[in-house]
């Protein structure tokens, strides 16, 4: 029972969080985790290269400065950008909007990682048929043949 308390305690703390946060910085900030690891990774040889070519860092260390500030830089960049949307958003009178939204994405999120977790637990042991709800025991079941298809 203690774990839909969890399950409900999560995403109620994860709609609060996103309609403190709203929409546009949580997607945001998946959005600039997302670019920057994509793009860091992309652009990792040339600006590796560029580096040892002039000589300002050392080979050991020239791999993770190259990631680390393509990375920086571009999820920084994403982050000024949605504060510039945000401003129009809220000049334009949906600020609400922007909250409200928020505030699914947020509970969804939390939903889902608690969900994600539930399942590692259950595949781990840790979570057994009695220690837990028939209902959440289905539910993990079920999340878990959706989500993790091709786990195994």
């Known amino acids: 029972m203690i774990y839909e ?29 997302t670019v920057g690891y994509f793009f860091s990774s992309l652009f990792l ?6 580096l040892l070519r002039n000589r300002i860092i050392s080979k050991e260390t020239s ?18 950008l949605s504060r510039f949307i945000e401003r129009i958003l809220k000049k334009l009178g949906l600020g609400f909007t922007n909250q409200f939204a928020g505030m699914v994405l ?19 042991n840790i979570i057994t048929e009695e220690n837990c709800s028939i209902n959440l025991l289905n539910f993990v079941s079920l999340f878990k043949a959706v989500i993790f298809k091709y786990v195994q």
């Open 5 to 33: 308390y969890i399950l409900l305690g999560g995403t109620i703390m994860g709609a609060i969080v996103g309609y403190i946060k709203g929409f546009l910085k949580q997607i945001s900030s998946i959005a600039g985790l």
């Open 45 to 50: 040889p040339q600006l590796h290269e560029l």
């Open 63 to 80: 791999v993770w400065v190259s990631f680390f500030c393509i990375f920086l830089i571009l999820f920084i960049s994403i982050l000024f």
């Open 106 to 124: 947020g509970a969804l999120k939390y939903f889902l990682i608690i969900m994600i977790l539930y399942c590692l637990f259950y595949f781990l």
